[in-house]
């Protein structure tokens, strides 16, 4: 079964505007990771974020976490039409596996 | 290319036949998962090994999933007697032992008829 959700299921959006997705996990957790996911490169890490951690930046990407809440943020700034793609968050559940939440489908329209 | 590759692509099966799919993870990468994703879902984990050894299985993998990964290099995912249920997109990602990012390849979509 899923280990999150992610909210909303479903974004869309002009380019340059920015693009914020959530993700609700269940158990503790050693780190929270996205993933992006379309049909051309199948699934790419984009960012991890230890759990001793608040916020991390990486390019036009932001994200937050919030441990007491079991939540995480996934900022886009300036969203590009290649933007366009699928968001997973990913925890590893203080195991060796990732468990997955259930995705965003974003929409970068140009 | 040098990173996790999938065979086949595709593979199109009828119900009650026997299936395998080869993973080739990126070399010295010590982990490999195998992820079951279907449509509108995030991947589910299936199993993993660390090395040859398969350390853990999903409640998921029932009796006709079996997994091997002889010599620690590339891994095989054999479904026995497919059901239209397991109709799904295989994943294989692979990973140093010292990282927690994941490498995933492009999938292995089976459909069974």
């Known amino acids: 079964s899923q280990q999150g959700e992610e909210d909303p299921q479903a974004l869309s959006i002009q380019e340059g505007e920015n693009a914020t997705m959530n993700c609700s996990y269940k158990?503790?957790?050693?780190?929270l990771q996205w993933y992006r996911q379309n049909s051309g490169r199948g699934l790419v890490h984009l960012i991890l974020?230890?759990?001793?951690?608040r916020e991390k930046h990486s390019g036009r990407l932001r994200v937050t976490l919030d441990t007491s809440k079991k939540s995480s943020s996934l900022l886009i700034t300036a969203s590009r039409a290649a933007d366009t793609a699928s968001y997973f968050c990913?925890?590893?559940?203080?195991?060796?596996?990732?468990?997955f939440g259930t995705g965003t489908r974003l929409q970068v329209f140009p | 290319d040098t990173g996790v590759s999938q065979n086949p692509r595709h593979k199109i099966t009828k119900r009650g036949q026997n299936v395998t799919f080869r993973c080739d993870p990126i070399?010295?990468?010590?982990?490999l998962y195998w992820y079951r994703q279907t449509l509108g879902q995030g991947p589910e984990f299936l199993t993993y090994?660390?090395?040859?050894?398969?350390?853990?299985k999903s409640r998921l993998l029932s009796d006709r999933f079996s997994a091997e990964r002889p010599k620690g290099s590339f891994s095989t995912l054999e479904i026995q007697r497919t059901e239209q249920g397991d109709s799904a997109m295989y994943l294989c990602?692979?990973?140093?032992?010292?990282?927690?990012?994941?490498?995933f390849g492009p999938g292995t979509r089976l459909t069974v008829l």
């Open positions: 990913a925890t590893d559940g203080r195991t060796d596996k990732l468990i």
């Open positions: 070399s010295e990468h010590n982990r």
């Open positions: 158990t503790s957790i050693n780190n």
């Open positions: 974020i230890r759990s001793n951690e």
């Open positions: 990602a692979s990973t140093p032992t010292e990282s927690y990012e994941q490498f």
């Open positions: 090994f660390q090395n040859e050894a398969q350390l853990e």
